[in-house]
């Protein structure tokens, strides 16, 4: 898929959470416990696409998290190429020779391979929205279902998010207007495929701000197609100032010469302070809550070094770093830290 269509990866983590379970499976059915005296507790597991790992832990409760931890880790840094194909058999090579447990576990594994339990929810489309997504399919090289699947969620989840934060008049208000932008059209009805969790919630919602589901689910497909749209523009604007492009970018956001944190902040590194992000919603014609947005997947997309080393591997932050830890971090002189942290008051 073209990056700049999936800025975010969604497609290639759908198809690595698909392949997960045989292998997680696989895993715990060849973890082993073994104690080695003193306060060591083992546990270890052995995976042909990942070799032996191995974890110690006072007890055997923190040995069993520490090598899930690892393996989770692995799991997710290994590119889906270096996969194996087979990953299904991999789950049962260690399931003893009797035939009624091959049953039962050949039982089992067919219900992981099979396709998650989707829930349908109708909803009422203008054609011309319908057309838009469908165009977006065909760019992605995939379905309707599978655009509108993932367009919902994202429109859902901000709803979710600014609904601490905003009005509920004001923010419905204003993702029924995203729904009017393709006003006026014929209407036509299509039907959503959402996980179980995500329709519940929006079904949910839709009660409790007395809309119907198929209405609120037009909102958040109208809203989430709009977000993507403006993350898209905004990865091609933000990419031109990545590398040496960045100081001259810095002193227009009150950074002055300290490209790095800008630098940073565009890769979601370090969070925004609130006038740099005022700054940066005019120099990138975008709005804050976009740019928070686009920052936030940044991080959350960001590729983790691969370290081989059982002991001694480097810290890595599961959270951005904080404006002041950033600045304190350049051991600056007093005045000049003093008036970078003052972006953020």
């Known amino acids: ?47 042909p696409s990942l070799g032996k790992r191995t974890k110690s832990a006072p007890t055997a409760r923190e040995a069993i998290r520490a090598i899930l931890i690892e393996l989770s880790d692995a799991l997710t840094r290994m590119p889906l190429h270096e996969w194996p194909n087979d990953s299904g058999r991999h789950c049962w090579s260690a399931t003893p020779p009797m035939e009624s447990a091959s049953v039962l576990e050949g039982e089992t594994a067919e219900r992981f391979q099979s396709k998650a339990r989707q829930f349908t929810i109708g909803v009422t489309l203008p054609v011309t929205l319908k057309k838009s997504l469908n165009g977006l399919a065909e760019q992605q ?43 006026p059209s014929d209407t036509e009805q299509v039907m959503l495929r959402l996980d179980p969790s995500l329709a519940i919630r929006l079904r949910s919602s839709a009660k409790e701000y ?15 197609l709009l977000l993507q749209t403006q993350l898209v523009q905004l990865e091609q604007k933000i990419a031109a100032y990545r590398g040496a ?19 940073g902040v565009l890769a979601g590194s370090i969070r925004t302070p609130k006038k740099v992000l005022s700054r940066l919603s005019e120099v990138f014609e975008a709005t804050e809550l976009a740019l928070t947005e686009f920052f936030k997947r940044s991080f959350e997309s960001r590729t983790v070094p691969a370290f081989k080393a059982e002991r001694g591997k480097p810290y890595v932050s599961p959270s951005a770093t904080s404006w002041e830890d950033a600045v304190k971090s350049l051991n600056l002189p007093a005045d000049q830290a003093r008036e970078l942290l003052q972006l953020d008051e």
């Open 141 to 183: 090289s995939t379905s309707f279902a599978d655009v509108a699947r993932q367009l919902v969620a994202v429109g859902y989840d901000d709803f979710d998010d600014r609904s601490f934060s905003e009005g509920s008049a004001g923010l419905l208000s204003k993702f029924v207007s995203e729904v009017e932008k393709w006003l």
């Open 1 to 47: 898929m073209n990056p700049a269509h999936d800025p975010v990866g969604l497609s290639e983590g759908r198809a690595l959470l698909a392949r997960l379970p045989n292998l997680y499976l696989a895993a715990i059915k060849s973890t082993q416990l073994e104690y080695r005296g003193g306060s060591e507790v083992r546990c270890s597991f052995d995976l």
């Open 245 to 263: 492009a960045v100081r001259k970018l810095a002193p227009q956001v009150g950074l002055g010469t300290q490209a790095a944190l800008l630098s």
């Open 210 to 224: 007395r809309k119907s589901a198929s209405e609120f689910g037009a909102m958040c497909l109208a809203h989430g």
